[in-house]
């Protein structure tokens, strides 16, 4: 009995050698077939991270602006989990608790959410962060006129509201602004310009300086525009003569410039009118647009800062009408084959256009077509078409469908002419008279 025991051992041995090495092939050939089915893949993530930045004092500021800073990252994944990575499985951080004014080397920390997601490299790895104590100061708003008023019109000192504000930033940024600017265009003003504008900070060299925050970030800018001495604007009035031709209008009375500066003493120009009146202008029997170049009657010791005359256009349109005229349909694009018949007879179309067309138009001049083009016989309803000259608008038809029955046409026997009557043996054959 005892020599059996050695060999039973020796057995159990070997069946838990098989029974692991089993194991272990079959854990081999499943990973083969897991990585086989979904491998590891390594590749450059395609979305910058964005960096997050915490732990600063208040009281501190950044030089840099760090929240436009990313970080780049090469990674390691199974595949399906590349198919659903996006930019927020991953956190980027440099941390500046405890950090004082200066220039510090920062560690860029990311972490991944995905654990099946490895970092390989990233880049950058740390960042220099420049640290500066924040400050407040009063500094003055200064406006920028960036343009012009009108010809004969200067401008004058702006108004601004308020006078001054207050920035806040960095140290080093706060010490370098001088003013704090506005900017407004007059576009050629004949009158006060007013506006709520954007305030900027500035350097002493007219340059923008980051990281600066106004309060308040606007400010409301008035701009006084004055007429020169000795100068007087005023409206140019048209005189016109004489009507138009018949069934025509005047619709515009356009004088090129409409105001012109006039020249003179003080008391001149204080008797002067708040307009100057041109020459007449005839409009007898026109039928379009007049245009022509007219004098201007001037007052007493004044003249005009340009030549002394405009051009006067104006403007001459036919009058717009309505009316109804009666059409019989025409029937077109029947096959031989077919006859129709069109249960009314006339047809009313109230078009509109220029009277002397309306006037003009003849009874051929607007025609009323029903299309029966592949039609099979039965009955339809057509909708008519109206064809007009031009200049000529349809703007209904009365009654906007037709009946139309169609029908085969039946055609027509051709009548057999009677045979003569026998004849006796020796009887002549009668032969017929021509008629007269």
């Known amino acids: 009995m005892q020599n059996n025991r050695p060999a039973s051992r020796s057995n159990l041995r070997e069946t838990l050698v098989s029974i692991l090495m089993s194991a272990a ?225 005047i619709t515009s009375v356009k004088p090129e410039p409409s105001t012109v500066i006039l020249l003179g003493s003080a008391e001149a120009l204080r008797n002067a009118p708040g307009f100057i009146e041109t020459a007449p202008l005839s409009i007898d029997g026109a039928t379009a647009d007049v245009r022509e170049r007219l004098p201007l009657d001037l007052p007493e010791n004044v003249s005009v800062l340009e030549e002394a005359g405009v051009f006067v256009t104006i403007g001459i349109s036919p009058i717009e009408s309505s009316a109804t005229v009666t059409r019989r349909p025409l029937v077109i694009g029947l096959s031989e084959l077919l006859t129709a018949t069109v249960s009314l007879a006339r047809v009313d179309v109230l078009v509109s256009g220029a009277l002397p067309k309306l006037d003009a138009l003849g009874p051929t001049d607007v025609r009323v077509t029903l299309d029966l083009t592949g039609l099979t016989p039965g009955s339809h309803v057509v909708v008519p078409r109206v064809v007009t000259p031009e200049g000529i608008r349809v703007e209904g038809v009365i009654p906007q469908a037709i009946e139309v029955v169609i029908e085969l046409v039946t055609p027509v026997e051709e009548s057999t002419p009677e045979a003569p009557p026998p004849t006796a043996p020796g009887e002549a054959t009668p032969t017929p008279t021509p008629s007269n």
Not at 54 to 63: H, K, V
Not at 96 to 117: A, E, F, I, K, Q
Not at 211 to 227: C, H, K
Request: no cysteine; proline share 8%.
């Open 25 to 249: 092939l079959a854990l081999i050939v499943w990973i083969f077939a897991v990585d086989q089915e979904n491998p590891l893949q390594r590749a450059d993530f395609a979305v910058p991270i964005p960096i997050d930045v915490r732990g600063l004092n208040p009281e501190l500021q950044t030089l840099q602006d760090l929240t436009q800073r990313s970080v780049t990252l090469t990674l390691r994944a199974p595949k399906r989990s590349w198919e659903n990575l996006t930019a927020n499985d991953f956190i980027a951080v440099i941390d500046l608790t405890d950090r004082t004014p200066g220039s510090h080397d920062v560690p860029v920390t990311v972490d991944v959410v995905n654990p099946d997601v490895e970092i390989l490299a990233q880049q950058p790895r740390q960042l220099r962060v420049q640290i500066d104590n924040v400050i407040t100061k009063t500094v003055p708003i200064q406006v920028d006129v960036a343009d012009s008023a009108a010809f004969g019109y200067d401008w004058q000192t702006p108004i601004v509201e308020p006078e001054n504000v207050e920035i806040f930033g960095p140290e080093t940024q706060v010490n370098q602004v001088r003013t704090v600017h506005a900017e407004i265009l007059l576009r050629s003003a004949k009158t006060q310009v007013e506006g709520i504008q954007t305030l900027t900070a500035r350097n002493g060299q007219n340059q923008p300086i980051d990281r600066i925050r106004i309060e308040p970030s606007t400010a409301r800018i008035v701009v006084p525009v004055v007429q020169r001495p000795g100068r007087k604007e005023v409206a140019v009035l048209v005189q016109v003569t004489g009507q138009p031709a018949a069934s025509y209008r």
